[in-house]
């Protein structure tokens, strides 16, 4: 069975600041996805990523996959309060079921 | 917007009582889900389905029950509800490429 390990689980942190959260995993990653989900709302998809030492960025976002497939980091650039959220990680498996790690509660104060 | 509905989006209710959340979408995707998410578990798989009529279970089955009778409705029974139930359902669908969107989410309560 795949384990995914998110880390850290919380992080409070002032606006202006950066931050990187981690995706680690047992076993080599299908295919990686992050989303995001603001409190009392369902997740959303940030960014897929599919290729060993792939990055992907998306405004102040940015997403690396690691050479071996099994790590995965987010990385935000100047977090504002919009920021704040739940971060998962999740991998796209077989038989569209995906597996997903419990999550990074990033809180941003103004 | 992915056109997913969940109904009821708040429900409380009392041990051993009957529960159907409801679960619309206007895609007509083939994949649909319905997860839980309680505090240090993560989501958590219940079942799914793969289209009309043919579902499968999840990691945490037990005690639900699915049915699918029309490709936009995907119905999650508690037969007889438990505290241990009380959490925070979320149906998805699945896109093209294994992306998953998710619906509104229901909070369920079970005194």
């Known amino acids: 069975t795949q384990l995914l390990e998110q880390s850290p689980q919380f992080l409070s942190i002032q606006e202006g600041e950066n931050l990187t959260v981690y995706c680690n995993s047992s076993s080599v990653f299908s295919s990686l996805q992050w989303y995001r989900q603001e409190p009392g709302e369902g997740p959303v998809l940030l960014v897929t990523v599919v290729t060993g030492g792939e990055v992907k960025k998306l405004k102040r976002l940015t997403f690396q996959f690691g050479d071996a497939r099994k790590d995965s980091s987010l990385h935000i650039t100047a977090a504002q309060p919009g920021d704040t959220g739940l971060y998962l990680c999740?991998?796209?498996?077989?038989?569209?079921?995906?597996?997903f790690g419990k999550g990074t509660l990033l809180t941003v104060n103004p | 917007d992915a056109g997913i509905t969940q109904s009821p989006r708040h429900k409380v209710t009392e041990t051993g009582t009957p529960v159907t959340l409801r679960c619309h979408q206007t895609?007509?995707?083939?994949?649909m889900y319905w997860y839980r998410q309680d505090p240090g578990h993560g989501l958590r798989l219940i079942h799914y389905?793969?289209?009309?009529?043919?579902?499968d279970k999840g990691e945490v089955s037990d005690g639900y029950s699915v049915s699918r009778s029309k490709t936009e409705d995907f119905l999650l029974t508690l037969e007889s509800a438990t505290s241990s139930q009380t959490s925070v359902y979320f149906c998805?669908?699945?896109?093209?490429?294994?992306?998953?969107?998710f619906g509104p989410g229901t909070r369920l309560t079970v005194l």
């Open positions: 998805a669908i699945a896109g093209t490429n294994n992306e998953q969107f």
């Open positions: 389905s793969y289209g009309v009529k043919d579902t």
């Open positions: 895609e007509n995707h083939r994949y």
């Open positions: 999740a991998d796209g498996g077989s038989n569209y079921k995906l597996t």
